[in-house]
């Protein structure tokens, strides 16, 4: 019984070691590494399954676990890919995945074939057609192709989530006048904390907007007087925290050990992910 998720732990382990895997690292999305996304919407989706069925183990008696899984790896390959070049190159992701989804299909499509060369384990038709449809469908309407399966819905409604709460750089204005503070004019400011101009305007911005403030000059008197300043409205402040949080898990943990240790393997069935003739 111990052993009845052996090859679909051995399956992941694998496509965790892949390039384009790794690559993910070092692409950015407003401040936040696609691996970081990749782990928060599995972290995200298993909370929505857990509200959805009240328990994993129910979950998995109704939706294909594994194919979420390996679907939400996946998900965002063509960011790293496309970064890389081809033909597609000139076109984002978001792009890609209204305009041109037969390259995302191809791109999900050979990521499996060659987990199958490499593993030899050869994925059971129905799960490999699920986890394409996933990454396929992963926009949901922003995309050409919508949500027709459960699991592709859920693991969109995650990505939608992270997207909306997640995807924004974790600086905030407090950072910013406190380097100001400290004599550092605006473009110095922008190498030290390794973002744009458009970042530290609009962060400025929103505090100034919330403590009722006109001038960077009357934020920076404030900070002074007060040693603190808000950074925003509720909404961006939970945003801003959760992001942190979120980025600063997966840096001191790592990616891929933060997978291998997904609760979602304890409800994997080996006889029924990969084909029976293995």
């Given at each position: 019984?111990?052993?009845?998720?052996?090859?679909?732990?051995?399956?992941?382990?694998?496509?965790?070691?892949?390039?384009?895997?790794?690559?993910?690292?070092?692409?950015?999305?407003?401040?936040?590494?696609?691996?970081?996304?990749?782990?928060?919407?599995?972290?995200?989706?298993?909370?929505?399954?857990?509200?959805?069925?009240?328990?994993?183990?129910?979950?998995?008696?109704?939706?294909?676990?594994?194919?979420?899984?390996?679907?939400?790896?996946?998900?965002?390959?063509?960011?790293?890919?496309?970064?890389?070049?081809?033909?597609?190159s000139i076109l984002s992701h978001s792009q890609v995945m209204l305009k041109k989804p037969d390259r995302i299909r191809k791109e999900a499509t050979g990521i499996?074939?060659?987990?199958?060369?490499?593993?030899?384990?050869?994925?059971?038709?129905?799960?490999?057609?699920?986890?394409?449809?996933?990454?396929?469908?992963?926009?949901?309407?922003?995309?050409?192709?919508?949500?027709?399966?459960?699991?592709?819905?859920?693991?969109?409604?995650?990505?939608?989530?992270?997207?909306?709460?997640?995807?924004?750089?974790?600086?905030?204005?407090?950072?910013?006048?406190?380097?100001?503070?400290?004599?550092?004019?605006?473009?110095?400011?922008?190498?030290?904390?390794?973002?744009?101009?458009?970042?530290?305007?609009?962060?400025?911005?929103?505090?100034?907007?919330?403590?009722?403030?006109?001038?960077?000059?009357?934020?920076?008197?404030?900070?002074?007087?007060?040693?603190?300043?808000?950074?925003?409205?509720?909404?961006?402040?939970?945003?801003?925290?959760?992001?942190?949080?979120?980025?600063?898990?997966?840096?001191?943990?790592?990616?891929?050990?933060?997978?291998?240790?997904?609760?979602?393997?304890?409800?994997?069935?080996?006889?029924?992910?990969?084909?029976?003739?293995?």
């Amino acid at each position: 019984m111990q052993n009845i998720n052996k090859k679909a732990k051995e399956y992941i382990s694998t496509l965790l070691e892949f390039p384009i895997i790794g690559q993910l690292k070092e692409v950015e999305d407003l401040g936040v590494s696609v691996t970081t996304h990749t782990y928060d919407v599995l972290e995200i989706a298993i909370r929505d399954l857990k509200k959805s069925y009240r328990n994993l183990k129910r979950a998995g008696s109704e939706l294909n676990l594994f194919a979420m899984f390996v679907g939400i790896i996946i998900h965002d390959t063509s960011k790293a890919s496309l970064r890389a070049g081809g033909g597609d190159s000139i076109l984002s992701h978001s792009q890609v995945m209204l305009k041109k989804p037969d390259r995302i299909r191809k791109e999900a499509t050979g990521i499996l074939k060659e987990m199958e060369e490499k593993t030899g384990l050869i994925l059971d038709p129905d799960t490999e057609r699920k986890i394409v449809h996933i990454v396929l469908s992963h926009h949901g309407r922003w995309g050409r192709v919508t949500p027709s399966t459960k699991e592709a819905l859920m693991v969109h409604k995650a990505d939608e989530y992270s997207a909306k709460y997640h995807r924004i750089n974790p600086i905030g204005a407090d950072k910013i006048v406190e380097l100001m503070a400290k004599g550092h004019s605006l473009d110095e400011i922008q190498e030290v904390l390794n973002c744009t101009s458009g970042i530290i305007k609009d962060r400025l911005k929103r505090a100034k907007v919330e403590l009722k403030l006109k001038t960077n000059k009357q934020l920076l008197n404030y900070f002074n007087a007060n040693k603190k300043i808000i950074i925003g409205d509720e909404f961006f402040i939970k945003r801003i925290t959760e992001t942190k949080e979120l980025i600063r898990k997966v840096d001191k943990l790592g990616f891929e050990t933060l997978v291998k240790k997904c609760e979602l393997f304890d409800h994997f069935n080996d006889n029924q992910i990969f084909d029976r003739g293995l």
